[in-house]
């Protein structure tokens, strides 16, 4: 599997994230149950910290960018790696309670 | 007579005050709690972004504020309000009346140590942006003259921008000290691989672009977005630094003769001790909270009591230059309103 089928962005123009037309209903609903769902500034000390990333290439920071994006299924592959060992949790600098986040995205996102 | 003006804070906020408040007629006094004028521009190399010596900025402001009343090694013990001024007690027994107070503390430089995964006071090879300037003033720093220096690399954002660190914001001038400080590097060791860490870069500056724009193509000071996560020491005492390189979505790690910690500033801890002497408020940064911080950045919520420089909260030199030269003509209208 490459990088570019992870992470759903290629060259090809099919690939443009069309932000009229991303629907936002779930991420919206997992904003009312995690507060700090919008606050990642995209730093990526949870993935660089992450002991699941090196190896499955699952990088919380692109899971949150593709839900954000409306590119659900990448995110939720991509979680499958996770073990909730919270490692992320210590060094967000957004303090966001990450495992705590990334529960909530394995309940809300499951459904489909 | 002369009024008084006491002035807690001898940096270059206190001293450009003084020296517009006795061209205006006042009798400034300055309480400095060290044991020389200049604060923390006092103790670095070249200013941002034209490179003036650091030095000449705070030796014509030591030369301006000469008739000026200065009390090094003191601190204010109390102070209460009279009808219309201030009784202040110094530690060195002096009491003092005076219709107006200027605030001028400055700040703190975060305590790296703090942030306890980057390594400082641990591995040998890790210094920070205050110790960088140290360096280049004196040239004396074991981490610098012992090792080769093959690579070389800034950690933007420690203990700003960082819940943990409980602060989270931007300390403002750390971004541009990089650029400042990397440029410095590469023209002292033009062969070494000189790498930025940033989050984001913030060059909101006059001509602060043009230097960034310069370190990337005429010193190849190579940046990378991504914050560092964690830093650790081989056996041969180099550092290794983890990030992720977010633009690549790619974990990262390189090998390096020295990290520099872009320390940031943080509010001074005298703060909220002065505060409370005349119930002054605090913002949430623990910076002293202006009247208002547009119209009115210079005033507290206290009559006869102003503010100027950074103990309000990150500035850099020219503004806090421009601010105390401020703070200078409020109190005087203040005076002549009384
Ligand atoms: C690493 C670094 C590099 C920088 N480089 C640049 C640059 O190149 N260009 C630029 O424009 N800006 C630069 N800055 C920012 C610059 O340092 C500040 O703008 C400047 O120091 C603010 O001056 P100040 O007088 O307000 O505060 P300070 O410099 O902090 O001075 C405060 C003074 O008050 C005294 N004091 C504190 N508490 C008390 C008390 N309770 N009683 C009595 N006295 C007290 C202190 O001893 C000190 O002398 C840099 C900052 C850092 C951290
Ligand atoms: S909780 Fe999951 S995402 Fe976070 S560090 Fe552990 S494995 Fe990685
Ligand atoms: S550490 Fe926090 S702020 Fe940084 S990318 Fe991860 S979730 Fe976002
Ligand atoms: S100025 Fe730059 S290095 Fe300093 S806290 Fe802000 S973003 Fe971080």
Not at chain 2, 47 to 70: Q, W, Y
Not at chain 2, 152 to 173: L, W
């Amino acid at each position: 599997m490459t990088m570019e089928n992870i992470f759903g962005f290629s060259i090809s123009p099919s690939s443009t994230v069309n932000l009229d037309n991303v629907d936002l209903t779930l991420f919206n609903r997992l904003h009312e149950l995690e507060p700090d769902a919008w606050k990642c500034m995209s730093c990526g000390s949870c993935t660089a910290t992450c002991p699941a990333g090196n190896f499955s290439g699952m990088s919380l920071r692109k899971v949150l960018h593709a839900l954000q994006r409306g590119k659900e299924k990448d995110a939720v592959k991509m979680l499958r790696c996770c073990m909730l060992c919270g490692k992320c949790s210590m060094v967000c600098p957004r303090g966001i309670n990450t495992r705590h986040l990334i529960l909530s995205i394995c309940k809300l996102y499951k459904e489909d | 007579m002369k009024d008084n003006i006491v002035i807690v804070g001898g940096g270059i906020a206190g001293m450009e005050a003084a020296r517009q408040l006795l061209k205006l007629g006042y009798n400034p006094i300055i309480v400095e709690k060290s044991d020389r004028l200049g604060g923390h521009v006092a103790q670095w190399h070249c200013l941002f972004p034209d490179m003036t010596p650091a030095k000449d900025v705070v030796s014509s402001l030591i030369e301006a504020t000469g008739r000026a009343n200065i009390f090094l090694n003191t601190e204010i013990s109390f102070m209460n309000r009279l009808k219309d001024s201030y009784n202040i007690m110094l530690t060195n027994g002096v009491s003092v009346i005076a219709k107006v107070v200027l605030v001028t503390t400055g700040f703190s430089v975060f305590d790296a140590g703090k942030k306890e995964e980057y390594g400082y006071g641990v591995y040998d090879q890790v210094m920070t942006n205050s110790d960088l300037e140290h360096w280049f003033n004196d040239g004396n720093d074991d981490r610098i003259d012992g090792s080769e220096m093959n690579a070389i690399g800034f950690v933007h954002c420690v203990g700003s921008r960082d819940e943990k660190a409980r602060n989270p914001q931007c300390s403002k001038v750390c971004c541009i000290t990089a650029v400042k400080q990397a440029i410095e590097i590469k023209k002292r060791f033009p062969d070494a691989m000189v790498y930025c860490f940033y989050m984001d870069l913030r060059m909101f500056g006059k001509k602060y672009e043009d230097f960034y724009i310069a370190a990337q193509r005429d010193y190849g000071v190579r940046f990378i977005r991504g914050r560092v996560s964690e830093v650790s020491e081989n056996i041969e005492g180099k550092v290794i630094v983890k990030a992720e390189d977010t633009l690549a979505g790619k974990p990262v790690k390189v090998t390096l003769d020295l990290l520099v910690l872009m320390a940031g500033m943080v509010c001074n801890p005298d703060c909220s001790t002065l505060a409370g002497m005349v119930s002054l408020q605090t913002d949430s940064d623990g910076f002293f909270k202006s009247r208002d911080n547009i119209a009115d950045i210079t005033s507290s919520s206290r009559d006869g009591i102003y503010y100027a420089g950074a103990c309000t909260g990150p500035k850099t030199v020219p503004e806090t230059l421009a601010e105390a030269r401020s703070a200078a003509l409020e109190i005087h209208s203040y005076i002549n309103r009384l």
